[in-house]
């Protein structure tokens, strides 16, 4: 299986990234901070196929709001003293009196974004953009796989003893359905909306937060058009945010999840699936009500929501997109003539693994084909493999619950996978080898 030798002449990474969203550029942090407090240097690099620091661009609708408290950012929950802290952020850019004058957990979207990069700008020392990684070959060390060398579109091959991969989402559409310059995944809203210059209707396809504030965003920037929503729910559900429920994305809660019988796994995703999937802030629900009730009033009705209903049928015409509406109730179908349907239908996580190459098979998984992976969010593999593998924003939910890729438990995350790849640091012989990999990165 190995395809290369450790040579001692080979520089070696502590750890590289693959991928740089809030994930790891949370561990950057965790790592630049170490080597601040401790003069202990972990080397450490990060490769983004982006051009640039960008998080969910297209859905950064001027008016949206972060569904999480801003304290759950980057380091707080981590190092409260953190000078990469979204308060900190606020302080050189000169709004931290305003904020506070807000009285308001729940920064901006737009404003999010703007920390995110603020914080990807001082760390980028770390990070290459623009290199996409096309492929991971394992390093013979001893007769075991010590490390892993990671190749880059560029052809440039970087080698590591922990890789840390943090793919993300991949948007996802319902089957049948192919993205076009009229069907789009809500995920490209604000990258194609400006090729739109006079509309007649929109559709919109589902019932969750984004699908919400599309249909918000539509109804306002064209009101000469009719906005249709189309979900299968009776109406939008509330997010459950209250304080008990939130307490399932504490970090201690990633404990209790992880360490609990698969049965109850499971009960616990269905009790509170409301916090965060197919569910709506009731601002927004409430906004939308309101709207479709004065236009009843006014009898000009723009806003159509087709309840208990779904899309079973869309084709591109000539000018536009054809869509087929059923209720599921009586079976009634509606065909709906449109300019743009827009699916807000979600995400799936991005399965790893299968970039992992040669080493794939190595990797365990569960009876449901899962991959198998230990507390500290290291992969499970056979005990060739001595390298450190792990995942990080997203493949993870099975194993350690709904927070695991999403930003409420990042900051703590990243500190936990940082003190593991720390623990298994080479020792005695080892460590004059890890002393020269220190001096190339100096």
Known sequence: ?????????????????????????????????????????????????????????????EDATMQVSFLKDLVTLRNPASRFSFLSYLHERGRLID????????????????????????VDDLVSYAHEVVAVRPVADGGAVGCFDVEAASGQVYRARNLVLATGLTPHLPDGVAPS??????????????????????????????????????????????????????????????AFANR??????????????????????GYHANTNYSVVDIDLIDDLYRRLYREKVLGTQRLRVFN????????????????????????????????????????????????????????????????????DYRLRTTPAITGGIYLQGGGTEHTHGITSSLLSNNAVRSGEILRSILDRRPSGNDARTHARDHAFAR
């Not at 994305?249 to 995703?269: E, G, I, N, T």
């Not at 109730?329 to 300019?339: G, H, I, K, N, W």
Request: charged residues 20%.
């Open 181 to 242: 310059a009229r069907i789009w995944h809500n995920s490209q809203l604000l990258h194609r909306v400006d090729t739109v210059d006079t509309a007649s209707r929109f559709v919109v396809v589902g019932a969750g937060q984004s699908a919400a504030e599309v249909t918000s965003f539509l109804h306002e920037r064209f009101p000469a058009a009719e906005v249709c929503a189309v979900f299968s729910r009776f109406g939008y559900s509330p997010s459950d945010d209250s």
């Open 1 to 61: 299986m190995p395809q290369a030798l450790l040579k001692d002449e080979t520089p070696v990474y502590d750890l590289l990234g693959v991928g740089f969203g809030p994930a790891n550029l949370a561990l950057a942090i965790a790592v630049a901070e170490h080597n601040a407090a401790t003069g202990d240097t972990v080397t450490a690099h990060f490769l983004e196929r982006q051009e640039s620091f960008g998080w969910h661009r297209g859905m950064l609708i």
């Open 99 to 122: 904020f506070v004058n807000h009285k308001n957990l729940f920064p901006l979207r737009v404003e999010f974004h703007d920390y995110f990069e603020w914080a990807a700008a001082q």
């Open 248 to 269: 399932i994305f504490d970090p201690a809660a990633v404990d209790q999840f992880y360490f609990a019988p698969d049965d109850v796994k499971h009960r616990l995703m």
């Open 308 to 375: 208990v209903s779904r899309a079973v049928a869309v084709s591109e015409t000539a000018d536009g997109v054809r869509v087929t509406v059923e209720s599921q109730a009586s079976s009634e179908r509606t065909v709906l003539d449109a300019d743009v349907v827009v699916y807000c239908t979600g995400y799936r996580p991005s399965d790893p693994v299968p970039l992992l190459g040669d080493l794939a098979p190595s990797c365990r998984r569960d009876e449901q084909g899962r991959p198998g992976i230990e507390r």
